[in-house]
């Protein structure tokens, strides 16, 4: 008999949502239904407020369909192929928006702001910006546009015959077919490497798309354009999206937005401009006259990783316009709740005078059982941060170059084991959304804690192919035992070079016995010292 009480009707109280979401300018997004939150699978619930007179720029949803419910102010919207229909929605009435439609929302008063209801078809928040001149251009953008700013979500068909729907509050309909296909601007371009050319093997910015106010990407040729345009995702012989290939998360950007940043998301074309800059000259200063470091510290005993092809910018390399993986505003992870930092105190409690025991109380890396890299969620470290995605019928496999690794993913309808049976990386069970590869990861062990996690941990991973050399890799992370809050993460990865060669973790083949001997050694001299008192 199923368990009603976990598996049953879940309520999101008001003060509950969560706006750890993508956000827009002039907008502020709540999500209370999502599947990290309540299991949902199929749609996505929230709110939304529009400030006076905000309006944004043309998309479409790609194969999502959404509906939006206002509860305060008057909302305007534009959609067609020039967004030459136009109707505005009060409090009361309802919005449907179908598939593909391209539209532009604004609030149409410059007075009070728009509430309104949101509910989704899909958990992905798919946008496509389109490149169409509207008789009332985007405003209030403050900068990049977190949410539509996703080159090529969903965009797997031309766009045809659809109309958007508002069923007002008096029960009367507006619609209006569109004729015309549309083009479509996929906002993501490679740059050249500047400064050290030939010690860089590839940078890709991922970029956010172009709105009112700032410079817009370099030109692309005729035929790169073109090839963009026409790129679909490829399918498997068993009808699934794609992923196949060797892949690199490789990214500068950190996990969290460092402090001085404040609630700053994204950073301008120069600022990443001189970041590229600044780092390619510290690499080929590196190759030059050697890393520098400081007598004393683990850098200067440490092999210098540019003189074996180990430093980032050796590799390919994605340039995130984001100021930290972690989206949203605040950009950082919620503060540990006081049981998790007790929790961590008592683990460090126990083997405090114990560390070099034994192999047991060395950490899990230490011994090569399992490294970051191959963690669940998936983030890049120091380096070697390739993988490999091989597909079967029913499942997905990810091979890590770091420890070589591979996490098995089953897309065939398995349930998750007894919550009982816990792994290192957690159980993975994927399932397909569009082109999305969704992947919910539980059943976590607590010798295996995640920034402070414990066997309560729940991810979800999402795996989106946005272009032919480009993974959207997003995850969003749980455990109610360690925060009050989920919070989400993304990075894009792209193409690598294979192929990927056996890990050789030689710390425990070599480096455990001989830290072990060193304590015995160090143990030994200190009870000669003490019997010489």
């Given at each position: 008999?199923?368990?009603?009480?976990e598996?049953?009707?879940?309520?999101?109280r008001?003060?509950?949502?969560?706006?750890?979401t993508p956000?827009?300018?002039?907008?502020?997004?709540?999500a209370?239904?999502?599947?990290?939150?309540?299991?949902?699978?199929?749609?996505?619930?929230?709110?939304?407020?529009?400030?006076p007179?905000?309006?944004?720029?043309?998309?479409?949803?790609?194969?999502?369909?959404?509906?939006?419910?206002?509860?305060?102010?008057?909302?305007?919207f534009?959609?067609?192929?020039?967004?030459?229909?136009?109707?505005?929605?009060?409090p009361?009435?309802?919005?449907?928006?179908?598939?593909?439609?391209?539209?532009?929302?604004?609030?149409?008063?410059?007075?009070?702001?728009?509430?309104a209801?949101?509910v989704?078809?899909?958990?992905e928040?798919?946008?496509?910006n389109?490149?169409?001149?509207?008789?009332?251009?985007?405003?209030?953008?403050?900068?990049?546009?977190?949410?539509?700013?996703?080159?090529?979500?969903?965009?797997?068909?031309?766009?045809?015959?659809?109309?958007?729907?508002?069923?007002?509050?008096?029960?009367?309909?507006?619609?209006?077919?569109?004729?015309?296909?549309?083009?479509?601007?996929?906002?993501r371009?490679?740059?050249?490497?500047?400064?050290a050319v030939?010690?860089?093997?590839?940078?890709?910015?991922?970029?956010?798309?172009?709105?009112?106010?700032?410079?817009?990407?370099?030109?692309?040729s005729?035929?790169?354009?073109?090839?963009?345009?026409?790129?679909?995702?490829?399918?498997?012989?068993?009808?699934?999206?794609?992923?196949?290939?060797?892949?690199?998360?490789?990214?500068?950007?950190p996990?969290?937005?460092?402090?001085?940043?404040?609630?700053?998301?994204?950073?301008?074309d120069?600022?990443?401009?001189?970041?590229?800059?600044?780092?390619q000259?510290?690499?080929?200063?590196?190759?030059?006259?050697?890393?520098p470091?400081?007598?004393g510290?683990?850098d200067?005993v440490?092999?210098?990783?540019?003189?074996?092809?180990?430093?980032?910018?050796q590799?390919?390399?994605?340039?995130?316009?984001?100021t930290?993986?972690?989206?949203?505003?605040?950009?950082?992870?919620?503060?540990?709740?006081?049981?998790?930092?007790?929790?961590?105190?008592?683990?460090?409690?126990?083997?405090?005078?114990?560390e070099?025991d034994?192999p047991?109380?060395?950490?899990?890396?230490a011994?090569?059982?399992?490294?970051?890299?191959?963690?669940?969620?998936?983030l890049?470290?120091?380096?070697?941060?390739?993988?490999?995605?091989?597909?079967?019928?029913?499942?997905?496999?990810?091979?890590?170059?770091?420890?070589?690794?591979v996490?098995?993913?089953?897309?065939?309808?398995?349930?998750?084991?007894?919550?009982s049976?816990?792994?290192?990386?957690?159980?993975?069970?994927?399932?397909?959304?569009?082109?999305?590869?969704?992947?919910?990861?539980?059943?976590?062990?607590?010798?295996?804690?995640?920034?402070g996690?414990?066997?309560?941990?729940?991810?979800?991973e999402?795996?989106?192919?946005?272009?032919?050399?480009?993974?959207?890799?997003r995850?969003?992370?749980?455990?109610?035992?360690?925060?009050?809050?989920?919070?989400?993460?993304?990075?894009?990865?792209?193409?690598?070079?294979?192929p990927?060669?056996?890990f050789?973790?030689?710390?425990?083949?070599?480096?455990?016995?001989?830290?072990?001997?060193?304590?015995?050694?160090?143990?030994?001299?200190?009870?000669?010292?003490?019997?010489?008192?």
């Amino acid at each position: 008999m199923p368990n009603w009480k976990e598996h049953g009707i879940r309520i999101v109280r008001a003060g509950d949502l969560d706006t750890n979401t993508p956000q827009t300018p002039g907008m502020t997004r709540a999500a209370a239904i999502t599947h990290a939150r309540t299991g949902a699978n199929k749609l996505w619930a929230g709110t939304v407020t529009v400030q006076p007179a905000a309006r944004t720029g043309a998309h479409h949803h790609g194969e999502v369909e959404t509906v939006l419910y206002i509860i305060r102010g008057r909302a305007r919207f534009r959609w067609g192929d020039r967004l030459e229909n136009v109707a505005e929605a009060g409090p009361g009435d309802f919005i449907y928006v179908p598939p593909f439609v391209p539209h532009q929302e604004m609030n149409a008063r410059a007075d009070e702001p728009v509430e309104a209801v949101v509910v989704r078809s899909g958990q992905e928040p798919i946008v496509v910006n389109l490149d169409i001149e509207s008789p009332e251009p985007a405003q209030n953008d403050t900068g990049p546009d977190a949410f539509h700013s996703k080159p090529g979500y969903g965009c797997r068909r031309a766009f045809s015959c659809d109309m958007i729907w508002l069923a007002l509050g008096r029960g009367s309909f507006a619609r209006s077919s569109c004729r015309r296909p549309l083009r479509e601007v996929l906002m993501r371009n490679r740059f050249a490497s500047m400064g050290a050319v030939a010690l860089v093997t590839g940078v890709i910015v991922w970029q956010p798309a172009n709105i009112a106010g700032q410079a817009p990407p370099p030109a692309k040729s005729a035929a790169k354009a073109a090839a963009a345009k026409a790129w679909k995702v490829a399918h498997t012989p068993d009808g699934a999206p794609d992923l196949q290939g060797f892949w690199t998360n490789s990214t500068l950007t950190p996990l969290e937005r460092p402090k001085g940043l404040g609630s700053k998301e994204f950073y301008t074309d120069q600022e990443i401009a001189a970041a590229q800059k600044k780092d390619q000259e510290r690499l080929a200063l590196n190759v030059a006259e050697g890393r520098p470091s400081e007598p004393g510290t683990a850098d200067a005993v440490h092999y210098d990783f540019a003189q074996f092809g180990l430093d980032k910018a050796q590799s390919n390399l994605v340039w995130d316009r984001r100021t930290s993986l972690i989206v949203g505003p605040t950009g950082t992870i919620p503060p540990l709740l006081p049981e998790a930092r007790k929790r961590a105190s008592d683990i460090a409690a126990k083997n405090r005078g114990h560390e070099f025991d034994g192999p047991e109380n060395r950490p899990l890396s230490a011994r090569c059982i399992i490294l970051g890299y191959d963690a669940v969620p998936m983030l890049p470290q120091g380096y070697n941060n390739n993988l490999q995605i091989l597909q079967g019928q029913g499942y997905v496999a990810i091979l890590h170059e770091m420890n070589h690794s591979v996490r098995i993913i089953p897309t065939d309808g398995q349930p998750h084991p007894p919550q009982s049976i816990h792994q290192l990386r957690g159980d993975s069970k994927g399932h397909w959304e569009g082109d999305t590869l969704v992947v919910d990861v539980a059943n976590f062990t607590d010798y295996n804690p995640f920034r402070g996690s414990g066997d309560k941990l729940h991810v979800v991973e999402r795996f989106t192919r946005v272009a032919a050399d480009t993974i959207l890799y997003r995850f969003t992370v749980e455990d109610p035992a360690t925060w009050d809050q989920p919070w989400t993460a993304e990075l894009a990865m792209t193409t690598g070079q294979g192929p990927i060669y056996e890990f050789g973790c030689h710390e425990g083949n070599y480096g455990l016995a001989n830290t072990l001997r060193g304590a015995r050694v160090a143990e030994e001299e200190a009870a000669k010292k003490a019997a010489k008192k």
